[in-house]
């Protein structure tokens, strides 16, 4: 895949060893929700570093000292439905306090473009990095349309994190919108002729919510 700038593909053991576990079919609904709750947890931590932060003063039993936190909200969580909603636990563990959007996207089964049935965005979310959240990017309509949405909300600050990603769905989204960052746990070989990731994981919504 051609180099991108804002694409960030991590190639670290922990998740790879992960990953191994989520894409096999014996794994079972409760271990793969667990799974990509950590997953998610291990990208953001590495995503960021650069996070907003504020100063604020602590009194220890000893002295008043100044330190840094994490600025107010700094970061907003916006799965796309459904399968997005199995990482936000994953960023609530860093984020505890981060309010939620959602945004509801499904695949047409022939087309494979996306259709949007929901869309409720917490105010505000034009002055907070924007965390769009889906484990799974094949052809990447579903990001593009996500992304769209947000933009016309007047977020100015966009980062996708997706699980398993093809780079057919990564070129797409970084050609459609260059300023997103892109975070992928894993790049995977090629969609399928039903546009189905390879090796892949299956469907990630009916995995997370047990509905096949
Ligand atoms: C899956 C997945 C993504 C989308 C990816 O959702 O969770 O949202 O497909 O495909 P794309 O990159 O080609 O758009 P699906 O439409 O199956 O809905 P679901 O999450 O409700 O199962
Ligand atoms: N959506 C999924 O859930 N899995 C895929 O392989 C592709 C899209």
Same mark, same amino acid.
């Given at each position: ?5 804002? $694409?960030?593909? %991590? ?7 992960? $990953? ?15 799974? $990509? ?6 990208? $953001?931590?590495?995503? %960021? ?7 604020? +003063?602590? *009194? ?34 860093? %984020? ?9 996207? #499904?695949?047409?089964? *022939? ?5 949007? #049935?929901? @869309? ?7 002055? /907070? +990095? ?11 309509? /579903? ?11 007047? @977020? ?28 992928? /746990? ?6 399928? *002729?039903?546009? #189905? ?11 997370? %919510?047990?509905?096949?």
């Amino acid at each position: 895949m051609k180099e991108y700038q804002n $694409v960030t593909i %991590f190639d670290h053991p922990l998740i790879r060893h992960k $990953v191994a576990i989520l894409r096999d079919k014996a794994t079972g609904m409760k271990e793969f929700r667990e799974l $990509v709750e950590e997953i998610t947890t291990l990208m $953001v931590y590495e995503a %960021f570093k650069d996070v907003p932060t504020k100063k604020v +003063i602590v *009194e220890t039993p000893l002295e008043k000292t100044e330190q840094t936190m994490v600025a107010d909200n700094a970061v907003t969580i916006i799965p796309i439905l459904r399968a997005g909603l199995g990482m936000v636990n994953g960023v609530h563990t860093l %984020f505890p306090t981060a309010r939620v959007g959602h945004i509801g996207l #499904y695949r047409d089964e *022939e087309t494979l473009e996306p259709h949007e #049935y929901y @869309c409720k965005l917490p105010e505000g979310i034009e002055n /907070s +990095i924007a965390i769009l959240l889906d484990p799974m990017l094949a052809t990447g309509g /579903s990001a593009i349309g996500a992304i769209d949405l947000l933009k016309k909300r007047g @977020c100015k600050e966009i980062r996708l994190m997706n699980i398993i990603g093809v780079p057919q769905g990564v070129e797409a989204v970084a050609n459609a919108h260059p300023d997103v960052k892109i975070y992928v /746990s894993t790049l995977d070989r090629q969609l399928n *002729e039903v546009g #189905y990731i390879l090796p892949g994981l299956g469907d990630a919504g009916d995995r997370l %919510f047990g509905t096949k």
